[in-house]
């Protein structure tokens, strides 16, 4: 799979999986949420409108989006199901070591525990 398509899903979709997803771990300013039963591979990132400004919104897509990309050369390929990162107002302050750390703790645990 492409790593742009990784971050499509359908708005219908998105608003199912915001209902079925279950909390896998947070730090200030991010949550991490993980649909399972889902077949899709994805991964979608919401920035709410607590981080003000764009320029700080996009700042911290592309952090979120430079960890995962890390990630992804050393284990290949996502855990299965959909993951919801959600960013609120602290994520501008976050390094992107931070949300390196944060995501492959919690999505290489979720591989091992899937396998």
Same mark, same amino acid.
């Given at each position: 799979? *492409? &790593? #742009?398509? $990784? &971050?499509? +899903?359908?708005?219908? *979709? %998105?608003?199912?999986?915001? =209902? /079925?997803? /279950? *909390?896998?771990? #947070?730090?200030?300013?991010?949550?991490l949420m993980h649909v399972a039963q889902s077949t899709e591979n994805r991964f979608v990132i919401a920035l709410t409108k607590q981080i003000k400004g764009s320029v700080k919104r996009n700042k911290v897509r592309r952090r979120?989006?430079?960890?995962?990309? $890390?990630? +992804?050369?050393?284990?290949?390929? %996502?855990?299965?199901?959909?993951? $919801?990162?959600?960013? !609120?107002?602290?994520?501008? /302050?976050? =390094?992107?070591?931070? &949300? !390196?750390? &944060? +995501?492959?703790?919690? +999505?290489?645990?979720?591989? =091992? #525990? =899937?396998?």
């Amino acid at each position: 799979m *492409r &790593f #742009s398509k $990784l &971050f499509k +899903l359908s708005s219908a *979709r %998105l608003s199912i999986a915001f =209902t /079925q997803a /279950q *909390r896998v771990g #947070s730090i200030p300013g991010i949550k991490l949420m993980h649909v399972a039963q889902s077949t899709e591979n994805r991964f979608v990132i919401a920035l709410t409108k607590q981080i003000k400004g764009s320029v700080k919104r996009n700042k911290v897509r592309r952090r979120i989006k430079a960890a995962l990309t $890390l990630i +992804l050369k050393h284990h290949k390929t %996502l855990p299965g199901g959909i993951w $919801l990162c959600v960013a !609120y107002e602290a994520a501008p /302050q976050i =390094t992107m070591n931070t &949300f !390196y750390c &944060f +995501l492959k703790a919690h +999505l290489c645990k979720a591989s =091992t #525990s =899937t396998h």
